[in-house]
Nanobody
Framework: QVQLVESGGGLVQPGGSLSLSCAASGITASRYTMGWYRQLPGNQRELVAAIESGGSTNYGDSVKGRFTISRDNAKNTVYLQMNTLRPEDTAVYYC?????????????WGQGTQVTVSS
């Protein structure tokens, strides 16, 4: 059974930093694109950042230059370092693992962790 467990969310003041981590079990995460998405109530889930198995990264426009995604395949873990946080970064952040194999989508999600940016 695949499980993704996120940690590191919380409350931070504007301009502050937070680091999220997501540990995967029951799966060889190195074969997957690992990513972070976020969602506000009533909004669609949006890409924050993703890192492919080969290390290429992709960021949402609103977080470029402020957030950094990384992965440790030996630990089956993906990280998100968030700096210079803004109130509009407030959302539930979800970890995602994704892969297409022989035309079939393999898509796994964590339970989400709340990030609140407020003074």
């Amino acid at each position: 059974q695949v499980q993704l467990v996120e940690s590191g969310g919380g409350l931070v003041q504007p301009g502050g930093s937070l680091s999220l981590s997501c540990a995967a079990s029951g799966i060889t995460a190195s074969r997957y694109t690992m990513g972070w998405y976020r969602q506000l109530p009533g909004n669609q889930r949006e890409l924050v950042a993703a890192i492919e198995s080969g290390g290429s990264t992709n960021y949402g426009d609103s977080v470029k230059g402020r957030f950094t995604i990384s992965r440790d395949n030996a630990k089956n873990t993906v990280y998100l370092q968030m700096n210079t946080l803004r109130p509009e970064d407030t959302a539930v952040y979800y970890c995602n693992l994704r892969r297409v194999l022989f035309g079939r989508d393999y898509d796994f999600w964590g339970q989400g962790t709340q990030v609140t940016v407020s003074s």
